[in-house]
């Protein structure tokens, strides 16, 4: 519950032992931020929480900034905990965004829980979490998006159409809000993070970009909120997915260039798991996104396959060896 507060202000995951000089010198943060000294806070209006990241301004706070839809796991953790000893002030978004769901997906089911998140995010050591209602952000007459380009029309963006100019704009609405000195995002989501890495560079965003690693479950799948999803059945095949991306990475360092070659070992490993339904396999420029064919440099091998009802996504940069290291 919310009042069941860590004693540390910063949670925790506190950050006295990495203040730097400067911070510790600080003792006009911000009141209601978790830097000032209050335990972490939760705020759902523009307004407020504006308010605060002005007068952190004012004060050269370095504010770290975790977007999420929430219902946390350790991958989110993880974002959070790279934040935590990097940043004097870190905010957490929680909001799941209805514009980057297509019709019939899974906007109203998608796993939500308030409580058991701002725990969670307390222990990372959040400072603040921002948890706006959707017609906060979206207000009648909303009207105005941020489309990405290339970048979002293969991988998932063929599948999904609108789902990255959903993300581009609440991730370029959430900046201007809260004004970021450094924003995390998770490797799991590699179109994602392309797509918003070149957003922050193309309209001039003045945010650092912090990529995490994909955090896994010991068998490999990768951490999902829509995990839960899976039936006992899908979730022991699911890891297929992470098996069939070691098995190119394993390919590629020994010696195959082809990406055809690679592609369809990929599906006929993802095949012999008979509750998997695939919808694509990607050999792609890390950068780009654009396909490539032979495997000459550092490439990115993205997958998304449904399990039931559970849309899964993973990725994994493979590396050329032999002749070509
Ligand atoms: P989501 O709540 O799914 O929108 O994810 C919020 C952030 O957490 C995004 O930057 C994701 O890429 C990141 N994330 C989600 N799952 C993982 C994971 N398994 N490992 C690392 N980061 C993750």
Redesign the pocket.
Known sequence: MQNVLSESPFGAGGFAGSLTGQDKGRTNLPPGTGASGGATTVTRTIADIRARMEACAKDGVLVGL???????????L??MRAARPECTLVVVSIFVNPIQFGAGEDFNTYPRDFDRDFEMAAAAGADIIFAPAAAELYPDAFDTMVVPGNLAEGLCGAARPGHFRGIATVVAKLFNIVRPGIA??????AQ??AVIRHMARDLNYNVGIRV?????EPDGL?????NIYLSKDERSQASVLYEALLEAKAAASAGQTSAAGIRRQIKRKIASQYLADLEYVGIVSPDTLEPVSEIKAEVLAAVAAKFGRARLIDSMTLSPGGDNA
Do not use: I, N
């Not at 995390?184 to 989501?189: C, E, S």
């Not at 990768?222 to 829509?226: C, D, E, H, V, Y």
């Open positions: 975790v977007p999420t839809m929430g219902f946390f796991h350790e991958g989110h993880s974002l995390y995002f998770g490797q799991k989501d994602q993070v995490c690693p994909t955090v896994r990768a951490m999902s909120s829509r």
